[in-house]
């Protein structure tokens, strides 16, 4: 077995407007699944997918998507490439049908084909009944699907998704979010969807990039990402805590104590490690374990620790 090959994967990508820098250095490799470019307001994550797109030149560094330089083979790549922009700018006279089988002639569909697609699209986002209502009378839960539909109506390797939940209650972002999910688990299309809110991220995401002015400062799979410190464990025990702490602590462990939860660390060991010795010193102690688990954290706690 060999690993997957990279989706995108950027090496030193540095990107100037004039005398502001959009991304400055910039290094991460995404992979196959759902994966969350995640960042505020003008870190660089809509830079990122303009060069992914080929639509800017990197000042410097280099970008490859699906193996091609999307500077030089910039038509190859967005033929594979589908993608929701972040704006709400769509004709509003034009139906939802003839918008999304434009984009699929666009792609290269002829039109017979581009036509069935497109009723296929999006009749897959939810949008069947509705297909023929011109875009100005849409709900604007129901204008994100049609951006939606217009990124995968010409069955593309990767979709590129900016902000899709904008705008929307939250009903319409966890339906919204049900199906990114879906279209990257059951159609086998990789994504990339660009947000600043990390629970949608870490809901539906496997992997996840963090931009912070304009650098990679984390990246990788959310478990990953989420993991917390090695070597340190949650311990609920039913009984004598602080016997507990102490047995602990006499074996070199670092330990707090919150009623009959302790937090259980020792330098150096790896999770397994630290069982054992909580599995001795609850023994010692006497008491009970009510649960052993590795210690996480959330996605929020890491963007708010690299981010600074």
């Known amino acids: 077995m060999t690993a997957a090959a990279p989706v995108i994967e950027a090496r030193g990508l540095v990107k100037r407007y004039g005398s502001t820098t959009a991304l400055d250095g910039a290094d991460f490799t995404v992979g196959p699944g759902v994966t969350g470019l ?9 830079t990122v997918l303009g060069l992914v797109l080929g ?27 589908g993608y929701s922009p972040e704006h709400h700018t769509l004709p509003p006279d034009t139906r939802a049908h003839d918008l999304v089988r434009h984009i699929a002639e666009v792609h290269g569909l002829p039109y017979r084909d581009a036509t069935s697609r497109a009723s296929d699209a999006l009749w897959q986002v939810g949008l069947g009944e509705e297909r023929y209502r011109p875009i100005g009378t849409m709900s604007t839960g129901q204008r994100q699907r049609v951006k939606l539909a217009q990124a995968i109506v010409h069955d593309p390797a990767l979709v590129l998704l900016d902000e899709p939940t904008d705008g929307l209650d939250p009903t319409q972002r966890d339906d919204m979010l049900a199906l990114i999910r879906r279209i990257g688990t059951e159609f086998g299309i990789d994504i990339v969807l660009s947000s600043h809110l990390l629970e949608e991220v870490e809901r539906i995401c496997d992997a996840a990039v963090i931009l912070a002015d304009g650098r990679v400062v984390a990246s990788g799979s959310i478990s990953e990402l989420t993991a917390g410190a090695t070597g340190t464990v949650l311990v609920e025990v039913d009984e004598a ?9 006499d074996r070199g462990a670092t330990v707090t104590v919150d009623g009959t939860y302790l937090t259980v660390s020792l330098e150096g060991r790896t999770g397994d490690e630290v069982y054992d010795v909580v599995r001795d010193a609850v ?3 006497g008491a009970g374990i009510r649960r052993l688990t590795s210690r996480t954290v959330t996605l929020e706690q890491v963007f708010l620790a690299v981010g600074t």
């Open 38 to 46: 995640l960042g505020a307001n003008g870190a660089g994550k809509t």
């Open 55 to 81: 639509l800017h030149r990197a000042t410097e560094g280099s970008v490859a998507v699906l193996g091609l330089d999307p500077a030089s083979a910039g038509p190859e790549v967005r033929a594979r490439v």
């Open 241 to 249: 805590a602080d016997a507990v702490a102490a047995a602990l602590r």
């Open 283 to 285: 023994v010692v102690a």
